[in-house]
């Protein structure tokens, strides 16, 4: 488990240069120059961004100025000075303006050259700054005899882009999918399936179910339900239920393997989910909660050899000290309870150490509800104090927000019942489907299926990503697929026109650029959009925001928009032609490249 299962962009990484940005190398200028004037400043910020006034702008005079007891402009013109040993084949012009800030164009000559860069590299110049890191990232972990619904839409999809992005940089990812299959509920379920040996999933039956477009956990859905409304009535039933929680923590072989046959049959219809999402987690990276069942009596006497834990009535805690509970008293970890079973507490601490002592994490996403954000708050908290935790290794809780109904409250069914999550692509791909034979109503059947099925699944993602994470967000098809706005059909739509232009140009799309063209405007944003990509994801990796990969690829395709309106690709002069398609291909392949980091496909056409 986890071992075999690890997915890191090693491959080929010495015979691929990275390109250095254009913004990189202005700041590298920049903070050159700044040692040179003020060698008290050196290693400071340099503050450099994109702007409007020029190509990139330092504020780094008006920030630093008064630590060095100088006036903005003053320090600005210093800098301005120092700078002009750097106008040559990059830098074209320094300047400054207002009351203090430093101005840098780029020569075109340059903006030509990171094209031909970039383009002569299959990652697209994007470097691997996360190699060497051991990155688990803990996503989706649905719970078993449940069906998937929307509430784990969004660990699904943020946890998979987050693991791919990682992934593309460099970093060695174990995804772990710490699925929910233990628990007192097992009883019941248990106890239900012998004692009405009819209520067992019958495979004709799901294979109906599937042909209806339900999966095979609607059968455990509908035991779930049955065991959990005699278990309620009956209290007889209840004694028995409880007696299997027992038999089954003491290994009970015939018990256990009711529980396999219950497990199985909802590990099957997850990976039905994940297929049809184009989720990466594979049965290899299950490590549900009850892999950790042979640790948690050794963590527990850990915890408590260690003082971190303590006993209470009865019971095991770690009781925080830094979070009081709303009573005054301090928060607690449950870590053994007062009949002495083992819950979500426990597990998650010996999943903690797992991590850190046999996966040897160095970082540990956690992408789960913001609504747990107390609970991860006290296992690291106990985990820091174990020493599990340290300088080395970092936890974080990636949380999020829900997502609502078109009433604005989370989104359930009509009738008040969680929202299947089949149910939900189905619908979007139907939509979907509507929408992309609007357009092009000559699509042969199949072909129109398969985009749909990649439209539909797409929207459902990007509205999930684009939004940023601790944000709630309301489920809404008819939004998610449309063709305008910051949606993903947009971009799939922008990335699938920019290959049709290609394919018109056939072969003169080879050619490589030449650097002596001068650039309009037009192309001069969209190159140093298309520049930012490595910058844009390595941000992703450090604050586990697929957001900012969304709003970054969602104003390149509106650059390309306006480069297209401006600047004729097809009907431009030879010499002009050739440069403008070395664009097209750049703006696709990172298109492409940045949909797929989101887990989303790129058509070809549309
Ligand atoms: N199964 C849990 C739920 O549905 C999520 C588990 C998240 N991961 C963890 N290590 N606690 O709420």
Not at 463 to 489: P, Q
């Amino acid at each position: 488990m986890g071992w075999d299962n690890e997915d890191s962009g090693e491959e080929g990484s010495d015979d691929v240069e990275q390109v250095t940005a254009l913004a990189g190398q202005v700041e590298e200028a920049v903070s050159t120059a700044l040692g040179r004037v003020r060698p008290e400043l050196d290693g400071v910020d340099p503050l450099v961004r994109r702007s409007d006034r020029a190509d990139f702008q330092s504020n780094v005079a008006l920030a630093s100025a008064k630590r060095v007891g100088a006036r903005p402009v003053a320090l600005a013109a210093e800098l301005d000075e120092a700078l002009r040993d750097d106008v040559g084949p990059v830098v074209a012009d320094v300047a400054v303006s207002g009351p203090g800030f430093l101005n840098v164009t780029i020569t075109d000559e340059a903006l030509w050259r990171q094209v031909t860069l970039r383009l002569a590299d299959p990652r697209l110049g994007v470097g691997r700054p996360e190699h060497g890191a051991r990155v688990v990232v803990d996503y989706s972990a649905p719970n078993i005899a449940k069906e998937m619904h929307v509430g784990h839409l969004r660990t699904t999809i943020i946890g998979d882009s987050l693991a791919r992005v990682l992934a593309h940089l460099g970093a060695t990812v174990i995804r772990q999918n710490h699925l929910g299959d233990w628990g007192t509920q097992f009883g019941m379920l248990i106890q239900y399936l012998d004692e009405h040996p009819e209520a067992r999933w019958r495979h004709s039956d799901l294979e109906r179910d599937v042909a209806d477009g339900a999966s095979s956990v609607s059968a455990l859905d509908d035991l779930y339900r049955s065991a959990r409304t005699q278990f309620d009535a009956d209290p007889s039933f209840a004694d028995r239920a409880r007696a299997r929680v027992v038999a089954l923590q003491a290994g009970d072989e015939a018990t256990l393997a009711h529980w396999r046959e219950i497990v199985e049959e909802s590990e099957h219809a997850f990976r039905e989910i994940y297929a049809r999402l184009g989720v990466q987690l594979q049965p290899d990276d299950s490590a549900g909660e009850s892999f950790y069942n042979p640790w948690l009596p050794e963590v527990v006497d850990e915890l408590l050899a260690a003082g971190v834990a303590t006993r209470s009535n009865g019971a095991v805690v770690v009781e925080s000290a830094e979070v009081r509970a709303p009573d005054g008293q301090p928060a607690v970890l449950m870590v053994q309870k007062s009949d002495g079973g083992y819950g979500y507490d426990t597990t998650d601490i010996a999943t903690l150490r797992y991590r850190v002592r046999e996966l040897k994490a160095d970082r540990i996403l956690y992408v789960v509800d913001a609504r747990q954000a107390l609970h991860f708050r006290l296992l690291f908290e106990a985990a820091r104090r174990m020493g599990w935790l340290s300088d080395g290794v970092e936890a974080e809780h990636v949380a999020f927000g829900t997502v609502l109904g078109p009433d604005g409250r989370p989104f359930r069914t009509r009738a008040g019942g969680t929202v299947r999550l089949m149910h939900l692509i189905d619908e979007a791909v139907a939509t979907a489907r509507r929408t992309v034979q609007e357009r092009e109503p000559d699509l042969d059947p199949e072909e129109l299926d398969r985009i749909a099925e990649q439209a539909g699944v797409g929207a459902i993602k990007y509205a999930d990503l684009s939004t940023s994470r601790l944000k709630d967000y309301v489920f809404d098809i008819e939004r998610m697929v449309s063709l305008t706005g910051n949606t993903s059909v947009y971009l799939q739509y922008a990335h699938a026109r920019i290959r049709s232009i290609l394919r018109k140009a056939g072969d003169a799309t080879s050619a490589a650029p030449d650097l002596g063209l001068p650039v309009h405007p037009a192309e001069r944003a969209l190159v140093l959009a298309l520049d930012e990509f490595g910058a844009v994801l390595r941000e992703v990796a450090a604050t586990d925001e697929p957001h900012r990969l969304c709003g970054y690829l969602f104003e390149t395709a509106r650059a390309f928009t306006e480069f297209y309106e401006n600047c004729p690709v097809l009907s431009a002069p030879d010499d002009v032609r050739a440069n403008r398609l070395a664009l097209c291909r750049l703006a696709a392949g990172t298109l492409r490249e940045g949909l797929g980091l989101l887990g989303i496909a790129a058509p070809e056409r549309m």
